[in-house]
């Protein structure tokens, strides 16, 4: 077995010395003409991180990848956590520390836009990890991006590729759920979860695209922003981007009319309503609202959720009203009627009031 890989290799060298070389032209070209296509970009391209320094919060993370790199010691990853928190830009990057720019020749990406069933495990990654490189780092690198919505059958075809190609490929297992890939390949990569960005962090990178895109934002519009995008920071970059493309200055009413989602003055009005006003009163101002100012009902129940915290309520009101809210939000994700649900979370209201009185 070991003297077929060897001449697989030697049969491989000629062509591999023309790929270094078309590697490097390429990689000129794309410093050349970066500064020039950078503007059309979204910001999210723009400003993805290039270096494992870039990335922020998860230096813990970067820096045991950076010790792995160093010593030529890099194990198969599974990177996984939700949205936004940089798991695709840390692998981008660590391609880059180990390959240089031209390291596009040297990785096989596949996410969830390709094909990834059985016949591409068995096919197109097994005859990328096959094929051996001169390079140093000795070896290659397979990205599955996005691998929760790979099949179990692909998944499980997986497993022995994996071990079998160790010599020369790492593979670099990316996902939201990590519950939604099998334990065998799990226990065959070195798992770092990628937890929600803390606000600061999100600040800080913010604040220096905020001065290089020279974005006029007000200290509350600002505050609204970082509230909103909760940990993810895709979501914060696109929510500015879009606030600056629409509004001359961007304030907290900007930033939530941009966003959809209710104001919390909105939101106060509404939840004072249901506490205070008759049913029919609160029912027609609240459908007036919605319709007014687009609002959903999942948003609303979202915001009021998070205003009776700042609420004075029995607890026991509270826990009836949390247990509702929950109820709700299953019924609507299930597909039930909003009309039906504000109602019942009017009701639910009124009940919670009654409760509290009572006390
Ligand atoms: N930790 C971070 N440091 C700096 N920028 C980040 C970080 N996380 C995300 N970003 C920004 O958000 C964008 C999206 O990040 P990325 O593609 O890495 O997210 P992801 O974790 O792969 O998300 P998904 O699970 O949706 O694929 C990047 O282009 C970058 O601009
Ligand atoms: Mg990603």
Redo the contacts with the bound molecule.
């Keep these: 077995m070991d003297s077929d890989a060897d001449v697989n290799m030697l049969e491989d060298e000629g062509l591999r010395f023309s790929t270094v070389q078309k590697g490097k032209g390429k990689a000129s070209e794309v410093t050349a003409s970066e500064p020039q296509t950078d503007n059309n970009l979204p910001?999210?391209?723009?400003?993805?991180?290039v270096t494992l320094d870039?990335?922020?919060?998860?230096q813990d993370i970067t820096s045991t990848i950076e010790k792995f790199i160093e010593q030529n010691r890099l194990p198969h990853l599974l990177?996984y956590?939700?949205?936004?928190?940089?798991?695709?830009?840390?692998i981008?990057a660590v391609a880059r520390r180990i390959y240089g720019e031209g390291y596009k020749k040297q990785i096989l990406e596949l996410n969830a836009s390709d094909d990834r069933g059985i016949d591409v495990v068995r096919e197109q990654i097994k005859n990328f990890a096959e094929t051996r490189t001169l390079y140093s780092s000795g070896f290659k690198l397979i990205i599955l991006?996005?691998a929760d919505m790979m099949t179990t059958a692909a998944q499980a075809a997986l497993r022995r590729v994996i071990e079998q190609y160790t010599r020369n490929v790492r593979f670099c297992i990316?996902?939201?759920y990590v519950n939604k890939i099998t334990p065998a390949i799990q226990s065959r990569c070195t798992r770092f979860r990628?937890s929600p960005?803390p606000i600061p962090?999100v600040e800080k990178?913010l604040n220096r695209i905020i001065e290089e895109e020279n974005v006029k934002l007000t200290p509350d519009g600002r505050e609204a922003l970082l509230k909103l995008t909760k940990g993810?920071?895709?979501r914060?970059?696109n929510v500015l981007q879009a606030c600056h493309a629409a509004y001359e200055l961007t304030g907290e009413t900007e930033v939530y009319n941009c966003t959809g989602n209710p104001h919390p003055s909105d939101i106060e009005a509404i939840v004072n309503s249901m506490l205070t006003d008759e049913f029919t009163t609160a029912y027609q101002l609240i459908s007036t609202m919605k319709t007014e100012r687009g609002l959903a009902l999942p948003d609303l129940l979202n915001g009021a959720f998070e205003f009776i915290d700042t609420l004075h309520l029995e607890s026991h009101a509270r826990v009836y009203l949390l247990d509702l809210f929950a109820t709700i939000e299953h019924r609507l994700a299930a597909g039930a009627s909003e009309k039906i649900q504000l109602t019942a979370l009017l009701g639910s209201f009124k009940n919670a009031v009654e409760m509290s009185v009572k006390a």
């Design positions: 910001w999210v391209e723009k400003y993805r991180p870039d990335v922020v919060s998860h990177l956590g939700p949205p936004g928190t940089g798991k695709t830009s840390t981008l991006d996005e990316i996902c939201n990628f960005l962090q990178r993810d920071m895709r914060a970059l």
